[in-house]
């Protein structure tokens, strides 16, 4: 089955100044900042989302690697091992076209018998 197949990177961006005492560290202020992001920015109100979507390309993609793996014990099925869908990276277009979902989300890019 031919795919189109594209990045896109989702971007946020949210800028301040800082002012620390000298002799602040930038690890110690990395660590700082790192922290804050884990843990969210608590009432912040930052700007949205933007999307960059790069050149897209069309690709094959075998029968092989568009099928999903026996269920496991609570009836989820992964993507077959191997398959270049199944990538913690890669989303698919969603079945109703309006959004980008996990492959086990979807079934249009199944083949046929896997359906």
């Known amino acids: 089955?031919?795919?189109i197949r594209?990045?896109?990177t989702f971007d946020r961006t949210l800028s301040v100044v800082v002012y620390a005492p000298e002799g602040t560290t930038p690890?110690?202020?990395?660590?700082i900042g790192a922290q804050i992001a884990?843990?969210?920015l608590d009432g912040w109100d930052p700007d949205p989302w933007e999307a960059f979507v790069g050149p897209c390309e069309t690709v094959e993609v075998p029968v092989r690697e568009r099928t999903l793996r026996a269920p496991n014990q609570y009836g989820?099925?992964?993507v077959v091992e191997g398959s270049r869908l199944g990538r913690d990276?890669?989303?698919v277009l969603s079945?109703?076209?309006d959004d980008l979902v996990c492959a086990e989300d979807a079934?249009?890019?199944m083949a046929e018998e896997a359906r």
């Not at 690890?27 to 660590?31: H, S, T, Y």
Request: proline share 0%; glycine share 8%; aromatic share 12%.
């Open 95 to 97: 079945d109703a076209g």
């Open 107 to 109: 079934r249009w890019w």
């Open 27 to 31: 690890e110690q202020l990395k660590e």
């Open 76 to 78: 989820f099925q992964r």
């Open 6 to 8: 594209t990045t896109v």
């Open 38 to 40: 884990d843990d969210g």
């Open 1 to 3: 089955m031919k795919m």
């Open 89 to 91: 990276e890669t989303l």
